[in-house]
């Protein structure tokens, strides 16, 4: 079993910590030994004032981080080999111990962050909170409270799922990605929170005419990506209280419905046409015929080809 990992992002400046640029970027500054040795950078955009990014790194010689912005900092350490490890968080203290598996480190915003590490090749992901462009920030509690070496299974599990659909190209993993961001930040909110986050007296809910509009919006674009922001957009609503309304009105999730749609009309065309079965994924909103047959599969027992012939 491997020992884990550490944090860092790509290259940048010396000076970059002093002018307060994001944690996965220009925050954190390699020390006196030169260039970093990033193999692997994915950076997100989960939603306004949410970012994500997942990356791999060797840190073979020693290496320092620094940060420190307007923006709160979670780290999780997901994979690796790692000798020595030494963080500090302004106000919080000082930590000398390797990270396990899954160790989260949260920086909140405005606080001064140091790390000095050792090891071999490492995976991480980071995620970054904008206090004034996350909605769930400006309606509930917008201070977060320093964690250091912290196990948390559920960020965990999330900030592993979204790495993994890092590069999936689809739309369902788009909107699969913006969903597992928005869980990500209200967790970190309600579990970490130094205010009890402010919650609505009545779960939010879809009047019968923004249900038809995203009805309308959904069947006409079922070809086409579909994103969460556009669907909140027709609601009149922010992002994570979309989900809730959907929920209530439709009885699935905004991606088990329109895979759900896109899939009913597949069998339609399927059952009444001989089209190539590629043709008819790329234009139900599939990204390929193998994504489709995966999804079909996972969703009737069967193949596209076999549904079309008992079907007949």
């Not at 981080?65 to 106000?91: A, K």
């Not at 190209?169 to 597992?180: F, T």
Request: proline share 5%.
């Amino acid at each position: 079993m491997s020992e884990p990992l550490s944090i860092s992002p790509p290259t940048v400046a010396a000076d970059a910590s002093a002018r307060g640029e994001s944690a996965l970027g220009a925050a954190a500054v390699r020390d006196w030994l030169g260039v970093r040795r990033l193999s692997f950078n994915r950076e997100l955009t989960l939603a306004p004032g949410l970012e994500f990014a997942f990356a791999s790194e060797s840190i073979a010689e020693p290496t320092q981080w620094r940060l420190q912005h307007d923006r709160h900092t979670l780290i999780v350490h997901l994979d690796g080999s790692m000798r020595r490890l030494d963080t500090r968080i302004e106000g919080v203290g000082r930590l000398r111990l390797p990270p396990a598996a899954g160790d989260l480190w949260l920086i909140p915003a405005g606080r001064r962050y140091q790390g000095e590490a050792l090891g071999g090749e490492i995976a991480y992901a980071e995620l970054t909170i904008d206090p004034a462009r996350f909605g769930p920030c400006r309606d509930g509690a917008a201070d977060l409270a320093a964690r250091m070496k912290q196990r948390d299974p559920f960020v965990h599990g999330l900030a592993a799922r979204l790495a993994a659909l890092c590069d999936q190209g689809d739309d369902l993993a788009a909107m699969l990605r913006e969903a597992l961001g928005q869980a990500l930040g209200l967790h970190l909110l309600r579990e970490y929170g130094r205010r009890p986050a402010v919650v609505a007296a009545t779960a939010p809910r879809l009047q019968p005419a923004q249900r038809q509009r995203i009805e309308d919006y959904i069947q006409a674009q079922l070809d086409q990506p579909i994103r969460l922001s556009a669907l909140a957009a027709i609601a009149g609503l922010s992002v994570h209280r979309l989900l809730v309304a959907f929920r209530a009105a439709f009885g699935a999730t905004p991606i088990q419905y329109v895979l759900g749609e896109r899939l009913r009309r597949v069998c339609l065309r399927l059952r009444d046409s001989d089209e190539d079965i590629a043709t008819i994924a790329l234009e139900t909103g599939f990204a390929s015929h193998s994504h489709l047959s995966m999804a079909f599969k996972k969703r009737y027992g069967l193949a596209p080809r076999d549904y079309r012939l008992q079907s007949r």
